[in-house]
T-cell receptor, first 113, second 114 residues
Framework: RKEVEQDPGPFNVPEGATVAFNCTYS??????FFWYRQDCRKEPKLLMS???SGNEDGRFTAQLNRASQYISLLIRDSKLSDSATYLC??????????????FGKGTHLIIQP | EAGVAQSPRYKIIEKRQSVAFWCNPI?????LYWYQQILGQGPKLLIQ????????DSQLPKDRFSAERLKGVDSTLKIQPAKLEDSAVYLC????????????FGQGTRLTVV
């Protein structure tokens, strides 16, 4: 079965620092990519979609490398409120039907004051 | 706009008992997902519906789990009989279509099997 792999961390980062996560996916037919954020004991919520050309939303930058099958998330000027688990998500639509959103296990980020 | 509604929020049952979870997706969302999230892991897809049809249930343990979405709106997920390893949060999510769109999650049902 296709997989999405992430370093589970935890990443302990001082406030104000820049932190980057990578995620690799095994299925080259994957078509859309996302980063979700999940706070402790809460449901996942979309942080940002990841486009082939790369995209930026404030302090967050996402990149996609289809040739190497990896996705990255960069957080600049990290805030205490960025502490959460970041889930890499891949969506593949196969000829026989959608395979649904496949989640990685998540990377746990702790921003320290 | 109302979000994805799930009930109950918490459930404690003994092993070998049965349990059912309910989900009401966002109005107009054709795609509905059920995920199982075990503590410390990412959500694992159990089943995906497109309207009232199943498009992926390859990871659903069909000997004990079943799900339906009869009218293409609400959905129920049932476990019968439950095992200790079924203890997890069961998340329902919906999206407008199955391609390239954001999935919105409910708050989940936390199941403890004792």
């Amino acid at each position: 079965r296709k997989e999405v792999e992430q370093d589970p961390g935890p990443f302990n980062v001082p406030e104000g620092a820049t932190v980057a996560f990578n995620c690799t996916y095994s299925n080259s037919a994957s078509q859309s990519f996302f980063w979700y954020r999940q706070d402790c004991r809460k449901e996942p919520k979309l942080l940002m979609s990841v486009y082939s050309s790369g995209n930026e939303d404030g302090r967050f930058t996402a990149q996609l490398n289809r040739a190497s099958q990896y996705i990255s998330l960069l957080i600049r000027d990290s805030k205490l409120s960025d502490s959460a688990t970041y889930l890499c998500v891949v969506n593949m639509i196969s000829g026989g039907g959608a395979d649904g959103l496949t989640f990685g296990k998540g990377t746990h980020l702790i921003i320290q004051p | 706009e109302a979000g994805v509604a799930q009930s109950p929020r918490y459930k404690i049952i003994e092993k070998r008992q049965s349990v059912a979870f309910w989900c009401n997706p966002i109005s107009g969302h054709a795609t509905l997902y059920w995920y199982q999230q075990i503590l410390g892991q990412g959500p694992k897809l159990l089943i995906q519906f497109q309207n009232n049809g199943v498009v992926d249930d390859s990871q659903l343990p069909k000997d004990r789990f079943s799900a339906e979405r009869l009218k293409g709106v609400d959905s129920t997920l049932k476990i019968q009989p439950a095992k200790l390893e079924d203890s997890a949060v069961y998340l329902c999510a919906s999206s407008l279509t199955r391609t390239n769109t954001e999935a919105f999650f409910g708050q989940g049902t936390r199941l403890t099997v004792v």
